[in-house]
């Protein structure tokens, strides 16, 4: 079956063809929506950008698919409350993830002490607002890699 080329850019299509390559089941909607128990047109519709799939969807799909990915995806992208909250993670390799790590670990015994310095008075003043500001930056770059390796721990079956 050739893939489909409207859905060609939808993240939870590329999510079901990756799966089809060991499940052959879900290489095509109609069986992808028998595994998935929802409905063919509905899976049309989200893979198609018509529709924002329900989280359970979501859920669902991540765990036939074995794409965790997708969970971070929904949550940072259609979720009103997620998209503002939580940090984009892709999968990435363990390769990527280490190297990564390792940039964003270098100064962590920094940002130990400078909130420390920071927290000493117990106020946050207004000339210890921009460095809060970066140690908080640095800190969702130590989640971002985080969440990317527990995504691909996930993937992987670790969790």
């Known amino acids: 079956m050739g893939a489909a080329t409207k859905a060609?850019?939808?993240?939870?299509?590329?999510?079901?063809?990756?799966?089809?390559?060991?499940?052959n089941e879900l290489s095509s909607r109609e069986k992808a929506a028998l595994?998935?128990?929802i409905d063919r047109t509905k899976?049309?519709?989200i893979e198609l950008d018509l529709v924002v799939p329900f989280p359970e969807e979501v859920r669902l799909m991540a765990d036939a698919y074995n794409a965790p990915e997708l969970l971070n995806y929904h949550c940072t992208h259609d979720c009103p409350i997620g998209c503002c909250t939580m940090t984009k993670a892709d999968l990435r390799s363990i390769?990527?993830?280490?190297?990564r790590s390792y940039g964003?670990?270098?100064?962590?015994?920094e940002i130990r002490e400078a909130l420390i310095d920071i927290a000493a008075d117990g106020v946050i003043d207004a000339?210890?607002?921009p460095r809060v500001a970066e140690i908080l930056q640095q800190l969702k770059d130590i989640g971002q890699v985080a969440d990317e390796l527990t995504i691909l721990a996930k993937k992987i079956g670790i969790q």
Do not use: F, K
């Open 95 to 99: 390769e990527q993830i280490a190297l």
């Open 35 to 37: 595994v998935l128990g």
């Open 43 to 45: 899976l049309a519709r």
């Open 8 to 23: 060609a850019d939808n993240i939870y299509y590329r999510a079901r063809m990756e799966a089809a390559t060991h499940n």
């Open 127 to 129: 000339g210890e607002r």
């Open 104 to 109: 964003v670990l270098q100064n962590a015994q």
